[in-house]
């Protein structure tokens, strides 16, 4: 029964993690692109909306998460002006997306082997 709850636990933990790579990423995306101010603030909205879209992707059978992750990115960042095109706004949005979940999926898997659940 421990072992469930660390893994849950350590799922959790990986979640804030996800959101927190999404954030930093989305920052210094907004960063290279010249945007000074505000770019916290414009950086969680960003990495809020994203980890929405990677969230309500990953239920249609995870794929659709690299095709929700990056429409959310975009859309969003289409709203804060941002002087990227379109399809730039979303091969960034994709690059967001795949980066981000795979280093948390390797950190959750190595996770589990540490714990002996995989």
Known sequence: MLYRIVTLVGGLVFVVALFAILWFLCK???????VKE???D???VLATWTF???AVG???AVLGSF????WAFYRTLRGHDVPVSDAAAIWWGFGIVVVSLGI????FLGFLALVGAY
Do not use: D, N, Q, W
């Not at 095709?67 to 990056?70: D, H, K, S």
């Not at 948390?104 to 950190?107: E, K, L, S, W």
């Open 58 to 60: 990953l239920v249609f």
């Open 38 to 40: 505000e770019s916290s």
């Open 28 to 34: 210094t995306f907004l960063e290279h692109h010249g």
């Open 52 to 54: 929405a879209g990677i």
């Open 42 to 44: 414009r950086a969680m």
């Open 104 to 107: 948390t999926a390797a950190g």
């Open 67 to 70: 095709i929700l992750g990056p």
